[in-house]
């Protein structure tokens, strides 16, 4: 099993940054790419960004260019660098970790972005 533990979310004001952090723990070997998701009040929730643990990224178009999505040294920890952020960027942010091939999708508590305008 997977555990993934998200930090870094807060209140901000339009146009400033936050970086939030995914730590995953369990059987991390077992995992082929980390994610972030968003969920918004009424709204689905959304592909932000992912990165696979061959390095491979994906975006959102709506965040391309604005937010980067990294991972630490021991591929553990996925890293989500928001800048210039919008009040629409306001969500909950979700960290998703998806097994290979599929075999399990596991998610964190989520963290909360506040963009005030």
């Known amino acids: 099993q997977v555990q993934l533990v998200e930090s870094g979310g807060g209140l901000v004001q339009a146009g400033g940054s936050l970086r939030l952090s995914c730590a995953a723990s369990g059987t991390t070997n077992s995992i082929y790419a980390i994610g972030w998701f968003r969920q918004a009040p009424g709204k689905q929730r959304e592909l932000v960004a992912t990165i696979s643990t061959a390095g491979n990224t994906n975006y959102a178009d709506s965040v391309k260019g604005r937010f980067t999505i990294s991972d630490g040294n021991d591929k553990n920890t996925v890293y989500l660098q928001m800048n210039s952020l919008k009040p629409e960027d306001t969500a909950v942010y979700y960290c998703?970790?998806?097994?290979?091939?599929?075999?399990?999708?596991?998610w964190g508590q989520g963290t909360q972005v506040t963009v005030s305008s």
């Open positions: 998703n970790a998806r097994g290979f091939n599929r075999a399990y999708d596991a």
